[in-house]
């Protein structure tokens, strides 16, 4: 596909015959694209698609459009920033509709911390196992709610992920600026680094928002006893099987 | 030249089985869907990681190179299942997740048949390892 996005526009609007729009986010549209970075394309209709394609370099995020106002009403910042930074490739009236319904909403920096609680359990889940690759990646995630949430917060609202050191550093946020940018950019890293990361991630998602983050954790803890139940309880079927049980 | 290591070779895959034991405990209900993906996403990763370590082939930590890895891997004979288009698959459900919203595409996704998919893949490159694992104790053997 080539870097004008007008061949994956065309692609997805052969998807359907109802209304819909074709939308570049993210860092693409931003003009901050990095050659690591996924061109990340939004494809809003008024009805289901039976298959997305999937193709490599590519992210295609599909929406219906009563799925994406109720989101963006519910104040998830994801909608409320296409909106605002999106550009159009192709639009057949959906998008036009729903820039003119919903022009004024402002995201719900509550829902970021949410968001940021349950990625950082799964970043610690993995980092436990060892995998400090995907711990990483988790992390990065992590960090980038917390600082839209922060800003949101703030009253600014957050621009693409490569954009968002500077935004939160302004703000006085300077150390969270500079691990997020650690995190998405350094070649390797330590497992100090990791473990630093998910220390101050807890501590700011904790700064956000104590109760939410408190009552999160306790639903958290039970879901891990569930599954080291469930667990104890594979290993044991697993007998005969061609694997040892893990230790 | 990159040299085979079949230490970590078994670290990746043992790394993936600890995955697949999470992305399957998060498909029984009640279900979390973003975590099963997320897990199953990883151990896909680690398994393709694991051959590509125990047969000398270098790998990058880049989701659509491993993809490609996978994808040549396949070609070349050295795995029977071309897991490429399921790691991208994932990937972008895994994305999904992170936007905030699971999407159509997860909310219809099988957890069972992932799950299902990933340990049969599990057993493929565990076979792969073992085979290459037990080679080396012999050569050891023959050397002493």
């Given at each position: 596909m080539s870097d004008d996005f007008s061949d994956a526009a065309a692609e997805l609007s052969r998807l359907t015959q109802a209304d819909c729009a074709v939308i570049l986010i993210g860092s693409a549209a931003r003009g901050r694209r990095t050659e690591n970075s996924d061109i990340d394309i939004l494809f809003v209709t008024t009805e289901r698609v039976s298959t997305i394609p999937v193709i490599s370099g590519y992210h295609f995020k599909f929406s219906t459009e009563a799925d994406f106002s109720r989101r963006l009403n519910a104040g998830e910042d994801f909608e409320a920033w296409c909106l605002r930074y999106g550009v159009t490739l192709l639009d057949r009236g959906a998008w036009?509709?729903?820039?003119?319904?919903s022009a004024d909403v402002w995201p719900r920096w509550e829902i970021k911390v949410v968001h940021g609680i349950r990625r950082l359990f799964l970043a610690s889940q993995l980092s436990k196992m060892g995998d400090a690759l995907a711990a990483r990646e988790e992390l990065v995630y992590v960090l980038g709610h917390i600082a839209r949430g922060l800003l949101l917060k703030n009253g600014t609202f957050p621009l693409s992920r490569p954009e968002l050191a500077?935004?939160?550093?302004?703000?006085g946020y300077p150390q969270l600026a500079d691990l997020h940018e650690r995190l998405r950019t350094a070649d390797s890293l330590s497992e100090t680094d990791i473990a630093v990361g998910l220390r101050y991630s807890k501590k700011l998602l904790v700064h956000l928002d104590r109760t939410t983050y408190r009552n999160i954790a306790l639903d958290q803890a039970k879901v891990t006893r569930r599954k080291d139940d469930k667990r104890a309880q594979m290993r044991a079927a697993r007998n005969g099987h061609a694997w040892d049980p893990i230790k | 030249m990159v040299i085979m290591d079949l230490g970590e070779a078994r670290r990746h895959l043992d790394l993936a089985?600890?995955?697949?034991?999470?992305?399957?405990?998060?498909?029984?209900?009640?279900?979390?869907?973003?975590?099963?993906?997320?897990?199953?996403?990883?151990a896909y990763?680690?398994?393709?990681?694991?051959?590509?370590?125990?047969?000398?082939?270098?790998?990058?930590?880049?989701?659509?190179?491993?993809a490609k890895l996978a994808a040549a891997l396949f070609s070349e004979k050295l795995l029977i299942t071309d897991v490429s288009e399921t790691i991208l698959t994932l990937n972008n459900?895994?994305?999904?997740?992170s936007y905030g919203d699971p999407g159509f595409e997860l909310a219809d996704a099988n957890l069972g048949d992932?799950?299902?998919?990933?340990?049969?893949?599990c057993n493929e490159v565990e076979s792969i390892v073992a085979t290459l694992e037990q080679e080396g104790e012999e050569e050891g053997e023959e050397d002493e």
């Open positions: 036009e509709r729903l820039k003119a319904s500077a935004q939160v550093r302004e703000i | 089985k600890k995955q697949w034991e999470s992305a399957a405990c998060d498909a029984w209900a009640p279900e979390d869907a973003a975590g099963c993906v997320t897990n199953a996403f990883y990763e680690n398994l393709v990681v694991a051959v590509a370590e125990a047969r000398g082939r270098e790998w990058e930590p880049s989701h659509y190179k491993k459900l895994r994305k999904d997740v992932i799950v299902g998919d990933l340990e049969a893949f």
